[in-house]
């Protein structure tokens, strides 16, 4: 089955500086890649999404990039912010298994004054 | 709009008793999965439903099971608690075809005693 890597595990970063997450998933078939980023005592909230036909999306100060040759994808976050300080996943939806996600094991961002 | 609803937010069990969560999707979701989240395994997927049938299913025990109702509504079972079923269970939903994206709940915090 599909097998999802992420790094770094623990990422600190100054306010304003930019932050990379980067994922790596096996299956080469799999179609669609969903960031989420969970905040303390709350669910997994879906922040981008991208899909293996196209090779980059951005909205406002995030974005995703896929390089589907290399299968790893990143999610970049620009002029980062205190408000961004959580964990982020990044996940994989291989064709044939319906709606289950693959998940990496997390990053946990950090953004200091 | 209403987002995913779970209840209860927070269970406390014995071992070897059964508990069951429910989970209400976002309206007009027919599709609803279930992951648990623990601090060793990450986020592991464990069942998807649609149209009140099970579509996917991940590797855990047959002690876990689901069901969902003829409004999307979802309950997941577990049968039998061990220590280790102690984590947080996430439901995420979505709208109908596997290429819709998935937003989770708050997530139910299941702890095993």
């Known amino acids: 089955g599909e097998n999802v890597e992420q790094h770094p595990s623990t990422l600190s970063v100054q306010e304003g500086d930019s932050a990379v997450i980067k994922c790596t998933y096996s299956?080469?078939?799999?179609?669609?890649f969903p960031w989420y980023k969970q905040e303390l005592g709350k669910g997994p909230q879906l922040i981008i999404d991208?899909?293996?036909?196209?090779g980059e999306k951005k909205d406002q100060r995030i974005a995703v990039t896929l390089n589907k040759t290399a299968k790893h994808f990143s999610l970049h976050i620009t002029e980062t912010q205190p408000e961004d300080s959580a964990v982020y996943f990044c996940a994989a939806r291989s064709p044939g298994g319906g709606n289950k996600l693959t998940f990496g094991t997390g990053t946990q961002l950090k953004v200091e004054l | 709009k209403a987002g995913v609803t779970q209840t209860p937010r927070y269970l406390i069990k014995t071992r070897g008793q059964q508990v069951t969560l429910s989970c209400s999707p976002i309206s007009g979701h027919r599709s609803v999965s279930w992951y648990q989240q623990t601090p060793g395994q990450g986020l592991q997927f464990l069942f998807e439903?649609?149209?009140?049938?099970?579509?996917n299913k991940g590797n855990f025990p047959g002690r876990f099971s689901g069901r969902q109702f003829s409004n999307s509504r979802s309950e997941m079972n577990v049968s039998t608690l061990e220590l280790g079923d102690s984590a947080l269970y996430l439901c995420?939903?979505?709208?109908?075809?596997?290429?819709?994206?998935?937003?989770f709940g708050p997530g139910t915090r299941l702890t095993v005693t």
């Open positions: 299956d080469s078939a799999s179609n669609y």
């Open positions: 439903y649609f149209s009140e049938t099970q579509r």
């Open positions: 995420a939903s979505s709208l109908v075809t596997v290429t819709d994206e998935q937003y």
């Open positions: 991208i899909r293996s036909n196209v």
